[in-house]
């Protein structure tokens, strides 16, 4: 049987979109599939001051609208669906999803990471109440009031960096001794006036209070991990920025025991055909940039895989 089309891309982030724009100028039939708005994890950025090519910070979801509407120029159709399962039979890859069964001669996973939860009482409850995991989503709610920021990575101080802007009352923690994130960035960070960094502290309990009938953030408690002191204090928000957690359990495939994607130098999965990128596979550093690079590779190998199928190979 002949496939609907060349390539699936599941995921339309920063490795989807540069995978998709490959795809379409290697002239295959590509679809991209995507359960939420193009762009990933670059929606949540406000100024991207690191993405090659761009002097001046550009914000991340004109970067994401800019790789959508190039990958669109080249030919790639795109489908707001989410995806139950892959399997392969023969040599077409056969992908459930919401939206009925789509099929392909080859598929790359680029469905990036989630934000990963602290798991503590009052979180779960007070999320879209005053918990929150996008400064640029929900910063601007809490302009002028105290918020509390958590975790010690480029994510975390990058958005402490952007609530910085919203109001002078941050307080800053992270349960090491020492930010993780980029040394230049965790400097930024331990500059800004507007910024109180505590390290070896976390977060325990969110306690919330009503508010107009309502059950909003109202404190935190938080300990020292160095002595074990336990304190509450008030706070009007709680941003979390811990990591995140692959979305990858859709997929048979090799993975890490974090659950993410391994490949070989050429993006390539376990399962001949089958290609990863980005967020989602198991590499050292994730960067939009890395991401994007990925894409491509994947893309190209995607395109010399397709060819050997049809018998187009160039040899």
Known sequence: MNPETDVIIVGAGAAGLTAAQYASRANLKTLV?????????????DDLE??????????????????????RNFGAEFLLAGVKS???????????T???????????IATGSQHRKLGIPGEAELTGRGVSYC????GPFFKGKKMLVVGGGDAACDEAMYLSKLTDKIVHIHRRDRFRAQKALAQRVLNNESIEVRFNTVAKEIKGKEQN??????????????????YEEEFDAVFIFIGSDPQSDFVDVEKDETGYIITDQNMETSIKGMFCAGDVRATPFRQIVVAAGEGAIAAHRAAMHVDEIKGEAYV
């Open 50 to 71: 690191n993405y090659p090519g761009f002097p001046e910070p550009i914000s991340g979801i004109e970067l994401a609208q800019r790789f959508e509407k190039q990958a």
């Open 98 to 108: 919401t939206k009925g069964e789509k099929t392909a001669y080859s598929v790359i």
């Open 135 to 138: 400064a640029t989503c929900d």
């Open 86 to 96: 892959i399997n392969k039979k023969d040599n077409i890859f056969v992908v459930d």
């Open 33 to 45: 599939i995507e359960q939420m708005a193009p762009g990933g994890q670059s929606l949540i950025i």
């Open 213 to 230: 009938g309502i059950t909003k953030v109202g404190s935190v408690v938080l300990e020292d991990v160095t002595t074990g002191k336990t």
